[in-house]
């Protein structure tokens, strides 16, 4: 029979599988743009893959970069909801910092407005562009955007697998009829 914490530790099970799902998301964008870079490199001698970067082959690239973004910030939402719904303590703590440092970078994406280009009287205001700004500035999105995700996932993950096997060693003690204590010891009934 569940106790009163299943349900809850059950959507922070999920939780940590979104994580991880969107995690695999941030990977594909990442691969996505070192192909494109590496197919770019090799089709222009004497060119980094950094030079391959730059290029930013449409829609490649693009996609890339909306599926870095997207999944980084999914990883690290879905991450701190598994932590938070099952954990305490650090835990908690290194969650929550993961997620500031996230939200530093999506206040930064959203504060710049885009440079340059012609002068159009008929053409609305230019808006904040977060994808352009994670193409423009890759270091700064990648420390402050897929790091935090990959460590709200793997603290994520953790948690959910040591909930896990608390469940299961108790429901194999409730099985031998011994009855765990909080403080670790056992007695039998």
């Known amino acids: 029979m569940p106790g009163p914490n299943a349900h809850t530790d059950a959507m922070a099970r ?3 599988r979104a994580a991880m799902a969107a995690l695999g998301i941030t990977a594909l964008g990442i691969a996505i743009l070192v192909a494109t870079a590496y197919n770019e490199a090799q089709a ?25 973004v997207i999944g980084s910030t999914a990883a690290v939402g879905f991450g701190a909801i598994s932590v938070w719904l099952g954990g305490r303590g650090l835990r908690s ?13 999506w206040t ?10 012609a002068w159009c009287p008929m053409c609305p205001p230019r808006q904040p562009d977060p994808f352009a700004r994670a193409y423009s500035e890759p270091g700064l999105t990648l420390w402050t955007l897929v790091f935090p995700a990959v460590a ?3 603290i994520a ?11 299961v060693s108790m429901d194999i ?10 403080s670790g010891s056992s007695e039998g009934t």
């Open 14 to 16: 999920l939780a940590a």
């Open 44 to 68: 222009h001698p004497g060119f980094s893959l950094e030079n391959g970067y730059w290029i930013g082959r449409l829609p490649w690239t693009d996609i890339g970069v909306r599926l870095t």
């Open 93 to 105: 703590l290194v969650v929550l910092l993961a997620l500031a440092i996230a939200l530093f970078w």
């Open 108 to 117: 930064y994406a959203l504060m710049q407005v885009p440079e340059g280009g």
């Open 152 to 154: 709200s996932t793997l």
């Open 157 to 167: 993950i953790l948690g959910s697998l040591r909930r896990h096997s608390v469940t």
């Open 173 to 182: 003690a409730r099985r031998k009829g011994v009855t765990l204590r909080e």
